[in-house]
């Protein structure tokens, strides 16, 4: 089987744009190659987390995998730093990379303009720790989006360097992910594109929050006017929440709303307490998972290698 690897920082609570953006597509790589999966505590070290929101984030991101679906009898689960070979190998492989193709990273430019204040040694040697993280596995494929595809070929080229200095092929060219499957990509709720983090907790549906608080950020996202014509377009925020709807609901319940908001007879209101319903009948079953997994602290540790 093919050699697969990816993985995750622990910057919090994971959210429905990383389920149905990455985990669902590592449930189906865990059925059919030999996959790592881990949380990458030492990239987390480039925003300098207190120890204790560390461990606790960790802990989480942990127990989410595990209750989205993610089999250590099927894969390779993990956190990056109890894995001694990988500091090893970023501290061999930091000597032969450059400065001047270091700071051509595109995510070492964009951090150092969003956090002028912190711009460390470990953001600038990121895409090598990255590679580290990829050929120390012997990975054949990683999954990675198009902002990541620089990261990767980063990665074949330290590893070529390697090869080359020591006139060996131990390190193989690993290759991007090819996912059959169509792209997912999950709206967030303030209308300023994908689901992300980095727009702010009201963007988010996040599977470790009470119903209430969900709720309460479905019907707070946001909207426009209404239709003024049968059959108008739907605007980008209206588009988003069929969009959510899609994933979470279903047909009959999409085409309900689709018809009312073609006859321009749409109420907000109710499209967004119907969204609310439907996301929380899909989240609560992980979310009770989650608080299992979390009350068993021996059980984390014993299902990471």
Known sequence: MAVVVSGIRPTGMLHLGNYFGAVKSFLQM???HDCFFFIA????LTTHPTPENLHSN???????????????DKCA????????????LYTYMNMNAYIGELERS???????????????????????????????????????GKDQQQHLEMTRQFGNRFNNLYNTDYF??????????????????????????????EDTIVFDQDDKTITKKIMRAKTDTGPTELNQAKSEEIQNLFDLMALVSDTSTISHFDDLYAKAEIRYGDLKKQLAEDVLKFVSPIREKINYYKKWPALLSGVIL
Do not use: C, R, W
Request: glycine letters at 6%; proline letters at 7%; charged letters at 20%.
């Open 30 to 32: 865990q059925e059919k």
């Open 41 to 44: 505590d030492i990239h987390s």
């Open 58 to 72: 960790v802990k989480q991101v942990l127990a989410e995998h595990l209750a989205m679906g993610i089999d250590p």
């Open 77 to 88: 689960l993990f956190i990056q730093s109890d894995v001694p070979a990988i500091s090893e």
């Open 106 to 144: 595109v995510t070492y430019k964009e951090k150092k303009a969003s956090q002028p204040k912190n711009i460390n040694a470990g953001l600038l040697t990121y895409p090598v720790l990255m590679a580290v993280d990829i050929l120390v596995h012997h990975a054949e494929f990683v999954p990675v």
């Open 172 to 201: 193989k060219e690993p290759q991007a992910y090819s996912n059959t499957g169509e792209l997912v990509k999950v709206p967030g709720l303030t209308g300023k594109g994908k689901m992300s983090k980095s727009s702010g907790d």
